[in-house]
């Protein structure tokens, strides 16, 4: 088998802070010895996080078991999705914008044997859906648990409790027509209803003003999804809500922010 160094897009920072969280267990553990250190642990789990690399690419360049890559990135993701922020704490975070952004977005999956609910008519294929909220720049703020693909967006907001935190927290947000009828501090762009004349020109200005404020909050999501784990998740589904923490987690380590 041939081998070939490579590079991954992240600062030594989000290394050094994910190979303290792993030490910092290790110690709490009072491990004694371990097939890889604290940074290399680090450093492997972020190979499959940014870059996608499978556990047998990753234990042929780390010369290790795939077994035991399997259950070095797992536990490095544990550690980062036990420590990632609540929508209490965002929500306290969020009072500070000017306004919000929300949207959702689905991660695809493989089949699964229960494939009815992960199965989204919207986008033609399996997957899991995830909700995104931006501030005004399109920074990614937050990231919600992960729901099944069948999942429409309002049902998943509303689920997650985000509609009644981004009203509590007084702040104006931008959401598609999906989210129509959220309610609150949500606003959504006119809708033309069926039978009903068109959409006045005032009306068509403002949608067309709320469409390039909502394309802000794209950046957030295409922020997500360069982490390339997320371009196909080959796991089971259940494990996507740990793997999207522990993502914004490291976002928030790399851009700086947030990061505690």
Not at 94 to 118: E, H, M, N, S
Request: a positive charge.
């Amino acid at each position: 088998m041939l081998s070939y160094p490579s590079t991954i897009s992240l600062s030594s920072r989000t290394l050094s802070h994910l190979a303290d969280r792993i030490r910092g267990h290790r110690q709490q553990r009072r491990s004694r010895w371990q097939r890889l250190s604290p940074g290399r642990q680090a450093l492997l789990a972020l190979a499959h996080l940014r870059n996608g690399d499978t556990y047998r690419r990753l234990a042929a360049g780390f010369e290790i078991a795939t077994t035991t890559a399997w259950r070095y990135v797992q536990e490095a993701i544990a550690l980062l999705s036990a420590s990632a922020d609540d929508l209490d704490t965002v929500t306290r975070r969020i009072r500070t914008l000017a306004y919000a952004i929300l949207d959702g977005t689905l991660i695809p999956i493989d089949r699964v044997a229960d494939q009815k609910p992960y199965y989204s008519g919207k986008h033609k294929r399996h997957g899991v859906n995830v909700q995104v909220i931006a501030d005004a720049a399109g920074r990614l703020v937050w990231a919600s648990p992960a729901l099944p693909g069948s999942t429409h967006d309002l049902t998943a907001a509303r689920t997650h409790g985000i509609v009644e935190a981004l009203t509590s927290a007084d702040v104006m947000t931008f959401a598609d027509k999906g989210y129509q009828g959220a309610h609150g501090s949500v606003r959504t762009p006119f809708k033309r209803r069926r039978f009903r004349p068109k959409l006045s020109r005032r009306q068509q200005a403002v949608n067309r003003a709320h469409a390039k404020i909502r394309a802000r909050g794209e950046r957030a999501i295409a922020t997500l999804k360069t982490w390339k784990i997320l371009v196909k998740l080959r796991c089971c589904p259940r494990r996507a809500t740990a793997i999207v923490q522990a993502i914004l987690v490291l976002h928030h380590v790399e851009a700086d922010r947030y990061a505690g």
